[in-house]
């Protein structure tokens, strides 16, 4: 029925790799069809060699494309692709434009007002209700009229290159029998952060009972994480090692396939992380637990037990004592706890974890 499909997304790590079941569905329902994909050139790893697409478009969104000349350029690159169908999961206005005026023959997805004038037709994004992929899943049944979900969870492909360069800083860091737990501490909201010192508490466990510990994360994240080694009792363990903006996402991904577990905040590495099938323990405080748990059945949330949860808001708006309530009530044994039982139940590289089609709803813990 359509020979070529555009889905669009520009949003961030986790918000990318929520839109990866989407085209496993595509490819099944459309075995034929030409689907390319368009996301944020610094986001490129993510994506661009993932099996169901023929081809990846990049926008450079902060850089050369972030001006209205070259904007138009690129409106009419994608014009000049002829597509069907394309497929907006980003409600926003640079990829309503670009939805609106990609001259396809139907357009469909989230919309921004004004713009949904040209889509043939627009869907709420009900991630504050259910899972974001179900939302998208949406899209599809509602909009385009697929009737068949390939939902095979979140996928990442990575290059060779990549896989090998992170194998090799594994090998290099940790003696071959230390099960490595990995570390994501950073997170885009500050209400989305675990406390530091909550971190440095359970490094410490770890290490002292041998496991290793890897700090990840952006260049961001540096002073955070610097913040919470020196918390650390086993700050100068040979156990501790430090990679906090120094892999590419690729090279993240490649790492976390040789890691037992993954102990993390609500962000972008921790989607990458379900991607490669890792076990997950991560506390929640801002965000809406049904849009955006990590979507496998392996994983455990805690969730936070204050009133506000979830408020939504990037900088906690109380003082004082209840500044960051909702992170400051979930305590390190239960996290700790749930750490361990995973450990137990798993304990093997990622890479070596059978995966479990169609199950992807995590544990969630109520405190």
């Not at 490129?44 to 972030?66: F, P, S, T």
Request: proline share 5%; charged share 25%.
């Amino acid at each position: 029925m359509y020979k070529k499909i555009l889905v669009i997304n520009l949003m961030h790590i986790g918000d990318l790799l929520l839109v990866t079941p989407v085209l496993r569905t595509l490819r099944t329902n459309f075995p034929t069809a030409h689907i390319a994909l368009l996301a944020d050139k610094k986001l490129a790893d993510l994506v661009q060699y993932n099996k169901n697409i023929d081809e990846c478009l990049l926008i450079d969104k902060k850089g050369a494309d972030d001006n209205i000349p070259n904007f138009v350029k690129f409106i009419k690159k994608i014009r000049a692709e002829n597509f069907d169908l394309v497929i907006n999961l980003h409600r926003n206005e640079r990829a309503s434009a670009l939805a609106a005026f990609s001259g396809a023959k139907k357009i469909v997805g989230y919309s921004k007002p004004g713009f949904s004038f040209f889509f043939t037709k627009v869907l709420p994004n009900l991630k504050a209700v259910k899972h974001q992929v179900h939302s998208h899943f949406d899209v599809l049944t509602q909009a385009v009229g697929i009737e068949k979900i390939d939902d095979g969870g979140l996928e990442m492909w990575i290059d060779e290159k990549s896989k090998n360069n992170a194998d090799e800083i594994f090998r290099k860091n940790f003696a071959a029998d230390t099960k490595v737990v990995a570390f994501n501490i950073g997170a885009s909201w500050l209400t989305k952060r675990w406390i530091d010192e909550y971190f440095a508490q359970c490094a410490d466990n770890l290490i002292e009972r041998g496991y290793g510990v890897a700090f990840m994360g952006g260049g961001m994240d540096k002073e955070i994480v610097t913040a919470c080694i020196d918390k650390m009792e086993q700050k100068n363990s040979p156990l501790l090692k430090i990679f906090t903006g120094e892999l590419t996402l690729a090279e993240v991904a490649g790492f976390l396939d040789n890691c037992v577990l993954m102990l993390t905040t609500d962000s972008g590495p921790m989607h990458i992380g379900v991607t490669r099938n890792i076990p997950i323990v991560t506390m929640f405080g801002a965000s809406p637990v049904p849009g955006f748990y990590p979507y496998d059945a392996k994983d455990i949330l805690i969730k936070t037990p204050v009133s506000c949860h979830p408020c939504g808001k990037h900088i906690c708006p109380k003082e004082g004592a209840e500044n960051l309530e909702c992170m400051k009530k979930i305590p390190v044994e239960i996290v700790m706890k749930y750490v361990d039982e995973l450990l137990e139940t798993y304990g093997q590289p990622a890479e070596k974890i059978p995966r479990m089609y169609g199950k992807y709803q995590c544990r969630v813990i109520e405190l």
